[in-house]
C-alpha cells in the first residue's frame, strides 16, 4: 500500500526519506523548494545523490513534490503569470532532477476574470510549459481545489476542461484532495454517495488520470469552500470516505498521502497513518 505523509526537507531533501521512513511511509509529498518564494537556490549535487540514495534503499516507493503556493498560472496579469512560469519550470526541472514521477499544482486563481477564462490562461500556460520541457518524463498534477474566491479547480468538470485544452494532455492528471472534495460541495461521507461521486469523477475525468490521493479530514461543512484540513476522523467527513479509499481496488496502486497539521516531532502523522492503516478490512 502506498502511504504516507507530506515531509519536510529542512536541513537537506534527502532528509525528507528519513522522515518518512522513521513512521513507516510508503509514499512521501515534498516542497522541492520554498513553498513561499517563486524562487530558491539551485538543489546542490551532493544533496541530489544523497537523496537519491537514501531513497534506493528505503521503503519509501513513491516521492512526489508539491508547488509553491505563489505560483498562479491563471493570473490575468501578464507580469505576474510569466514569473509564475518561470517558477512552475524550476519546480519541474528540480522534480526532473530529482526523478520525482509528477508534481502537484493548485490550477490557480482568475482573480477579477471569469472561472473560463481562468480555465483558457492555465491550459495556455501550461502547454507553454509543456513544450518548453519537451524531453521530460515529470508530470503535472492538477489539485482540486475547495473553490474558495476566484480559485479554479472545484468542480470536475473545471479539471477535465483544462486537460482537455492543453496540448500535450498525456503529461497532466489529477490529484484529489479528500478534504476540498468536500468543501466544494461533492458528498463522500457515505457509502452511496462516495460512489455517486467517484463516477462523476470517472464520467467527467476519468480515473486513468488519478495520479494521487490527499487524505485529508475537513474542518468545514458541505460546500462551504473553505480550504481546512482536519486530522483523520476528527472533521465533518468522518472515517467511513477513508474506509472506502482504503479498501477499494481501484485506488490501490495510488498514493496516498497526509496533509494534516502536525508539529516537527510528527506525532500527528503517526496517529493519523494508525487511523488509516486500521481502518484496512482484514
Excluded at 9 to 27: F, K, L, Q, W, Y
Excluded at 160 to 177: H, P
Amino acid at each position: 500500500m502506498l502511504l504516507g505523509a507530506h515531509m519536510s526537507v529542512e536541513g537537506g531533501v534527502a532528509n525528507a526519506i528519513d522522515r518518512g521512513e522513521s513512521i513507516g511511509c510508503t509514499a512521501i509529498q515534498i516542497f522541492a523548494k520554498n513553498n513561499h518564494r517563486m524562487f530558491s537556490p539551485p538543489l546542490r549535487e551532493g544533496d541530489v545523490r544523497a537523496f537519491k540514495k537514501k531513497w534506493k534503499k528505503s521503503k519509501i516507493q513513491v516521492v512526489f513534490s508539491h508547488v509553491g503556493y505563489l505560483v498562479n498560472l491563471a493570473s490575468p496579469k501578464k507580469t505576474f503569470r510569466e514569473v509564475s512560469i518561470k517558477s512552475m519550470r524550476d519546480e519541474l526541472e528540480r522534480a526532473e532532477i530529482l526523478g520525482l514521477p509528477f508534481v502537484v499544482l493548485h490550477p490557480g486563481a482568475s482573480l477579477e476574470k471569469t472561472t473560463e477564462e481562468g480555465i483558457k490562461t492555465i491550459a495556455q500556460s501550461l502547454s507553454q510549459l509543456i513544450r518548453g520541457t519537451g524531453g521530460y518524463k515529470v508530470k503535472i498534477a492538477l489539485e482540486n481545489t475547495a473553490g474558495a474566491g476566484s480559485g479554479v479547480g472545484d468542480r470536475f468538470e473545471d479539471l477535465a476542461e483544462i486537460l482537455d485544452r492543453t496540448t500535450e494532455s498525456r503529461r497532466l492528471g489529477v490529484c484529489l484532495d479528500t478534504c476540498h472534495t468536500h468543501a466544494a460541495g461533492y458528498d463522500i461521507r457515505t457509502k452511496p454517495a462516495f460512489e455517486e461521486t467517484m463516477k462523476q469523477f470517472n464520467i467527467v475525468i476519468g480515473l486513468e488520470h488519478l495520479l494521487a490521493i490527499h487524505m485529508n479530514d475537513c474542518k468545514a461543512e458541505k460546500g462551504a469552500h473553505k480550504d481546512r484540513h482536519e486530522h483523520i476522523g476528527k472533521g465533518h467527513l468522518g472515517l467511513m470516505p477513508f474506509r472506502l479509499l482504503m479498501n477499494d481496488r481501484r485506488f490501490a496502486k495510488i498514493p496516498k498521502v497526509l496533509e494534516t497539521p502536525k508539529g516537527p516531532d510528527m506525532i500527528e502523522d503517526v496517529m493519523n497513518l494508525t487511523t488509516l492503516r486500521n481502518l484496512v478490512w482484514r
